[in-house]
């Protein structure tokens, strides 16, 4: 079914059934991608998923400017945009449904998972360049692909109503996780504290730095781009090293239920803040220099709000393969934040040594 969706786009971008071939790719749970071939190039041909991108002419509109932006100042950046159809749109309507084309990225590998702190450092290098490249862009051009997608406050409102609408059991179930839930609040209010201070600004971010989210050169494993540019909208920066810190720094991810193996990789966090501020050192301010530790405390505790909000909410956000599932993952997380604060002199010492 889904080929033959595809099938009746194909004509959109000038190409005919019998001279291309699609196979589903990517690891990715929110988005279908599809490798396109002809006999004499490959595309990326991609669904999108309106369930999470409600406004998916949001996306389009931001990709298309900054894309316009980058090729006007930076020529020889590599971000690949969005192909146009025959008639000049971004995208294709069918059905209901969206479709995109995008730009093939040959001799590249997209991780989904760290093996080599160089690895963190060539993610890192990238996602920082792309926000040094686009220092100058109006950030406010940019629509909210997903409202709120980064907002603490929000998530914390949302526990909240979770926590008074959830039966007492459920609640007697994670009481633990609840405390830390609540006692970790300075966060937030750590973060209000610098909300509005004009050194700590909006700026065009990326908002899902995990690594597959980057490809690398397939033998070298150097960074050539930056892809999957559905979430790029205004934000601070501690969204995209935040979300670096929390996926690149242990060796598992957040499925992992024993907790004694979620630790801090130290060389990969050397690695990911020498990458970054390879490109940004000299953008950053003051203020977000301050506070690039903090990053990681606020995206780490706002994931671990999440899980625990869907789990009282019974699950209804993030797929389960078992009912506890996301109270696993919000324990997992709240173990990371510990590790992060436990570390935080000797994490500091690093970011400190790469900002001389």
């Not at 950046?77 to 040959?106: A, C, D, H």
């Not at 869907?310 to 324990?331: C, E, F, M, W």
Request: aromatic residues 12%.
């Amino acid at each position: 079914m889904e080929l033959e969706i595809a099938e009746n786009i194909l004509k959109e971008y000038g190409f005919s059934t019998a001279d291309v071939q699609i196979h589903q790719i990517g690891s990715g749970h929110i988005n279908r991608t599809y490798l396109l071939s002809t006999p004499d190039q490959k595309y990326i041909l991609q669904h999108i998923n309106t369930e999470v991108f409600k406004q998916p002419e949001a996306i389009a509109h931001n990709i298309s400017i900054v894309a316009r932006y980058l090729h006007r100042h930076y020529p020889e950046y590599l971000f690949p945009s969005s192909i146009k159809t025959t008639k000049g749109g971004e995208m294709v309507q069918y059905e209901n449904e969206y479709w995109r084309l995008m730009p093939y990225v040959p001799q590249t590998v997209a991780l989904d998972t760290l093996s080599d702190p160089k690895q963190a450092y060539e993610a890192a290098k990238q996602f920082g360049k792309l926000s040094r490249l686009l220092n100058h862009f109006d950030s406010s051009q940019l629509q909210l692909t997903i409202p709120g997608f980064h907002d603490l406050e929000l998530r914390y409102a949302q526990f909240t109503q979770a926590l008074d609408l959830a039966s007492t059991s459920l609640k007697q179930s994670c009481e633990d996780e609840i405390e830390q839930a609540v006692g970790h609040h300075y966060i937030l209010d750590y973060f209000k504290s610098y909300q509005n201070n004009p050194d700590f600004q909006d700026r065009v971010m990326h908002h899902d730095t995990k690594i597959s989210n980057v490809l690398l050169d397939a033998q070298t494993f150097n960074g050539v781009c930056v892809i999957d540019l559905d979430t790029l909208m205004p934000g601070k920066f501690i969204s995209d090293l935040g979300d670096m810190m929390r996926t690149y720094l242990c060796a598992f991810s957040e499925n992992e239920t024993d907790l004694d193996k979620i630790n801090i990789r130290l060389p990969y966090f050397s690695a990911m803040i020498e990458g970054y501020l390879s490109e940004m050192k000299n953008i950053l301010t003051p203020v977000e220099k301050e506070l690039i530790l903090f990053s990681g405390k606020y995206i780490i505790y706002m994931q671990a709000i999440r899980f625990l909000t869907d789990y009282l909410n019974g699950s209804i956000y993030y797929p389960v393969k078992y009912v506890t599932q996301n109270l696993d993952r919000a324990k997992n997380q709240f173990r990371l934040l510990y590790e992060l604060n436990i570390n935080e002199k000797e994490l500091q010492d690093i970011i400190e040594s790469y900002l001389i």
